[in-house]
């Protein structure tokens, strides 16, 4: 049996779908506040939880703390609703969440994360959240997208966005542990959609990226290499 916890609001968009979340083997379960999600899943000890900025309660970012630095609990997929505003898009990104949809949402975008998320843990999912901008554009807002690989020299990104080679980008991003990370970098790489996929990989190469900055990445690979060489 997986288990979904998800907000009031989250609820009410789900309940107009016809979709895989009514089926058997899926229990639905329902938080009024950001309390009651914490609360329920220390209890239940649910697979994915889907959380909206608005929800009443402690703050997510609170929420999202608590749950991940337990490792009682840390193992579960979280996606967050976020309004589409500078504000409350960076406090997103501090969230260590799976996954940052913008609301208005697209109920189609959320089910269909949420059918990816479905069976991988929190830990083998993880990757880095990165806010990306476009360099000298009016034309792209701020998004959010997620970095399978990282180094001091770039990382490879995933989006359903559109670039070339030679695109200038701004990316902030947290890792766990450290601050925030911004740099700028060039997208040197591309790796367009495959059949049936919405999105491409952009391989991006960092410019001008600051001691502090290359020092936590640089730990943050070699934790990343210990655990898988543990898993051998």
């Known amino acids: 049996m997986k288990k979904i916890l998800v907000t009031d609001k989250v609820m009410t968009i789900i309940e107009k779908e016809k979709n895989f979340l009514h089926r058997e083997g899926i229990k639905l379960i329902t938080a009024a506040t950001n309390d009651e999600v914490l609360s329920i899943h220390l209890t239940e000890r649910v697979d994915i939880i889907i959380a909206d900025l608005p929800t009443p309660g402690m703050k997510i970012e609170e929420l999202c703390s608590t749950i991940r630095s337990d490792k009682a609990f840390s193992r579960v997929s979280m996606i967050i609703l976020c309004p589409d505003n500078a504000a409350d898009i960076q406090r997103c990104a501090q969230c260590k969440a799976n996954a940052v949809l913008m609301l208005p949402l697209d109920p189609a975008q959320l089910l269909e994360k949420v059918r990816q998320l479905m069976d991988i843990s929190w830990r083998e999912s993880y990757r880095v959240l990165v806010s990306v901008s476009v360099s000298g554009s009016s034309k792209e807002r ?17 989006t359903e966005k559109n670039f070339e080679k030679g695109d200038k980008l701004a990316c902030s991003f947290f890792l766990p542990d450290s601050a925030q990370i911004k740099t700028n970098g060039e997208i040197v790489r591309v790796i367009k959609q495959v059949a049936g996929s919405k999105t491409s990989q952009y391989g991006i190469k960092f410019s001008l990226l600051p001691a502090e900055a290359r020092s936590a990445i640089e730990v943050f690979v070699e934790r990343k290499s210990q655990v898988s060489t543990s898993r051998r």
């Not at 701020?142 to 995933?158: A, P």
Request: with cysteine; glycine share 12%; proline share 0%.
């Open 142 to 158: 701020t998004f959010f997208c997620r970095s399978g690989n990282i180094s001091i020299t770039g990382m490879l990104i995933e």
